[in-house]
């Protein structure tokens, strides 16, 4: 999905407002918790993590839970960044480790400190510090959506061309094996994986040079990272004859417009809103004295055996004007079992 430095992209930002929203639930009582909520760098997926905060922090009656980004994606600038905010008096994190096993000593640092940690979009490698994970499941959410690539191929063997992140975001080795299993079970080839594309200049670079050379020698496009999603809707729009079948990932407006005019089959939408909302209500009740239940009903991946789905879906042409709403019934619904389901409180 993710790394490096990388100038904002503002439409991504317009996406942040749109989540703008009542408080999802009652409002609470005032807390003294500081949650800062930490990517390890700048990048549009994170854009509705700040509205994600400000909500959170008025529903819950937190004193702040507030947007911190890392100049360059650099793990050493995010750690530094980590205990910069500690000592400023933060006393709770929500972070998208910038490395699932370099972070796991800077977690244990601040929850030594006596500041909770929850990992939200991606995980720290087990074992850790971390209170539990809340991301998208990024293998089912490639599966699902290579699958509804197929669908939109039709019969006959076909041939894929996946993009993906950074081999350093420890989703990106998921999707990779999840699009691969889902193309053998229906017989289908995935002829190339282009990865370490999740930037503006590489992801124009590469993908842009493969269709120039193999447009003809694919049927079908699984982006499973948010800026190759962008390139590559662009560059189907500039092709035109719309024989290449895709579908994407993320909610840029460039991959919505794509769909609704054809040139994208559909997207497979994430929740980062609802991570950095409940991430933020949870350190908060960490904070407050409730704790992990020992018989927590957690899900389990590649890193972690304390994993929560956040919620994922496919819209098309049919919903995508309604993604938001669908994002906010998902995290009201993961919201409304959250602590009866995960916590135990006094």
């Given amino acids: 999905m993710l790394r ?45 993590w700040k509205q994600g905060g400000a909500d959170a922090a008025k529903a819950f009656g ?12 650099q793990l050493s600038e995010q750690n530094e960044l980590l205990e910069s905010l ?11 480790p910038g490395d699932p096993v370099g972070s796991v000593s800077t977690v244990s640092e601040m929850v030594s400190n006596g500041a909770p940690v929850v990992t ?29 690539l197929i669908r939109a191929m039709g019969p006959g063997k076909k041939r894929i ?11 990106t080795q998921l999707r990779i094996d999840a699009v691969e299993k889902a193309a053998t079970e229906s017989g289908d080839q995935v002829v190339q994986v282009i990865a370490d594309i999740d930037a503006p200049e590489p992801a124009a670079e590469k993908v842009n040079a493969y269709l120039a050379a193999h447009a003809n020698d694919v049927d079908g496009i699984i982006s499973t990272a948010w800026v190759p999603s962008v390139v590559a809707a662009n560059a189907l729009r500039k092709i035109g004859d719309k024989r290449i079948h895709m579908v994407a990932i993320d909610t ?20 980062p809103y609802g ?6 209500y949870a350190v908060d009740k960490l904070r407050s004295g409730c704790q992990v239940k020992a018989d927590a009903p957690f899900k ?27 994002m906010q019934d998902k995290t009201k619904q993961l919201l409304s079992t959250f602590a009866t389901t995960y916590l135990t409180c006094k």
């Fill in 275 to 280: 991570q950095a909302y409940i991430g933020a």
């Fill in 86 to 96: 500690l000592a400023q008096g933060y006393n709770g994190f929500v972070i998208f």
């Fill in 62 to 73: 937190l004193k702040a839970a507030d947007f911190k980004v890392p100049q360059q994606w």
């Fill in 120 to 148: 939200a979009g991606g995980c720290l490698k087990d074992p850790s510090d971390a209170a539990f994970c809340l991301a998208t499941d990024t293998g089912n959410s490639a599966y699902l959506g290579t699958k509804q």
């Fill in 4 to 48: 490096r430095s990388m100038p904002r992209v503002m439409r991504a930002l317009l996406v942040a407002g749109a989540f703008g929203c009542a408080a999802i639930g009652p409002v609470y009582a005032a807390s003294d918790t500081m949650v800062a909520l930490v990517p390890p760098g700048p990048h549009p997926y994170f854009a509705t």
């Fill in 161 to 171: 061309l996946h993009l993906t992140g950074f081999l350093a975001d420890p989703n």
């Fill in 252 to 271: 840029d407006q460039v991959v919505l417009q794509a769909i609704k005019d054809g040139y994208v089959d559909g997207t497979m939408i994430q929740n």
């Fill in 300 to 326: 389990s991946n590649a890193l972690t055996k304390k994993f929560i789905d956040s919620g994922t879906a496919f819209v098309d042409a049919h919903d995508v004007d309604s993604y938001v709403q669908t």
